[in-house]
């Protein structure tokens, strides 16, 4: 059974940049694709960006050129730098486990339950 904690949410004016991380337990980490999520109020959860056991990345258009996903399996930790932040982009984020099999987001398969969140709010 994975175990996912997600922190470094928080307040942040827009153009501002924060970092979440995500610490996973209970898996051997390096060998998950990890995904970050997130639903605003009102929304269905939608997928931000993934990772492969091999360090490939994609996200979601709207995150694009903004937004990096990197891991750190030394640490089982799994990271979302946000730079250049909007309204837009307040939710719950929740990271992920899980299988990874193609070249397009629809590619990857949640095997994990869900963890707590950390919110984030983008406001002045």
């Known amino acids: 059974q994975v175990q996912l904690v997600e922190s470094g949410g928080g307040l942040v004016q827009p153009g501002g940049s924060l970092r979440l991380s995500c610490t996973a337990s209970?898996?051997?980490?390096?060998?998950?694709?990890m995904a970050w999520y997130r639903q605003a109020p009102g929304e269905q959860r939608e997928l931000v960006a993934i990772?492969?056991?091999?360090?490939?990345?994609n996200s979601a258009e709207f995150v694009k050129g903004r937004f990096t996903i990197s891991r750190d399996n030394a640490k089982n930790t799994l990271y979302l730098q946000m730079n250049s932040l909007k309204p837009e982009d307040t939710a719950v984020y929740y990271c992920?486990?899980?299988?990874?099999?193609?070249?397009?987001?629809?590619?990857?398969?949640?095997?994990?339950?869900w963890g707590q969140g950390t919110q984030v709010t983008v406001s002045s």
């Open positions: 992920s486990a899980g299988l990874y099999s193609g070249t397009s987001l629809a590619s990857y398969r949640r095997t994990s339950s």
């Open positions: 209970g898996t051997i980490f390096s060998l998950n694709a």
């Open positions: 990772i492969t056991s091999g360090g490939y990345t």
